[in-house]
């Protein structure tokens, strides 16, 4: 299964376009959050999004709501897209799992979606073994430094990717490690990035 990974577009309608483009090349698409800025003009990347109709999982950032996503996905009728939060979803037989957010909480302010480590680790309680993980904040101490060189990242989704090792941990959130690569025992996690990544999971049964 080849996926493409993105994140954090904020609003760039080129980079948008761009993934579309490239969407058709692939099984799945998956896009871990901050689609928009701040909570604003969230409709016009989704609807730009929304020409693609290879299957797509979504994940909140700390950008918009899951709430605010599903109502641009129904306005858009993007029927391929599912928006993920403390769910999952299965796709040609391959789990996904989504957490969005800001974990934990960012010092940004009230325009901030965030959730506090307890908050998260509740939600993360379903993860199933062995899925592709989807979560806007990544793991803490994985990809999650930033231009300063801090380290950002979520103790819960790490406690997650430990417990459940999944297949493939997808993330964004943290602009300084856009497009790098860590592991965590078994388990890639990939900060994706606004110019998307392409991966390809391996077949089922053959050792990571």
Not at 32 to 56: H, K, Y
Not at 111 to 117: G, N
Not at 163 to 177: A, D, F, K, N, Q
Request: proline share 7%; glycine share 12%.
């Amino acid at each position: 299964m080849e996926l493409l990974l993105f994140s954090d577009v904020h609003g760039d309608l080129d980079a948008c376009r761009d993934l579309v483009a490239r969407a058709a090349d692939v099984d799945v698409v998956v896009g871990a959050g901050d689609f928009c800025v701040a909570r604003r003009n969230l409709a016009a990347p989704i609807e730009t999004l929304s020409a693609i109709d290879t299957p797509t999982v979504l994940v909140p950032g700390n950008a918009e709501t899951e709430s605010e996503i599903a109502e641009q996905l129904s306005a858009t009728g993007w029927s391929a897209a599912h928006v993920l939060h403390g769910d999952g979803v299965t796709v040609d037989g391959q789990s996904f799992y989504g957490l969005g957010g800001g974990v934990p909480i960012t010092p940004f302010g009230p325009w901030s979606y965030d959730l506090s480590e307890e908050k998260a680790r509740s939600l993360l309680a379903n993860c199933p073994d062995g899925a592709v993980l989807v979560s806007h904040s990544p793991p803490k101490d994985a990809v999650d430094r930033d231009s300063k060189g801090k380290s950002l990242g979520s103790t819960a989704v790490r406690e997650a990717v430990e417990r459940t090792e999944p297949v493939l941990t997808v993330c964004g959130h943290i602009h300084g490690s856009w497009g790098e690569t860590a592991e965590i025992g078994p388990t890639p996690v990939v900060n994706a990035g606004p110019d998307g990544v392409i991966r390809t999971l391996p077949a089922a049964g053959v050792k990571r």
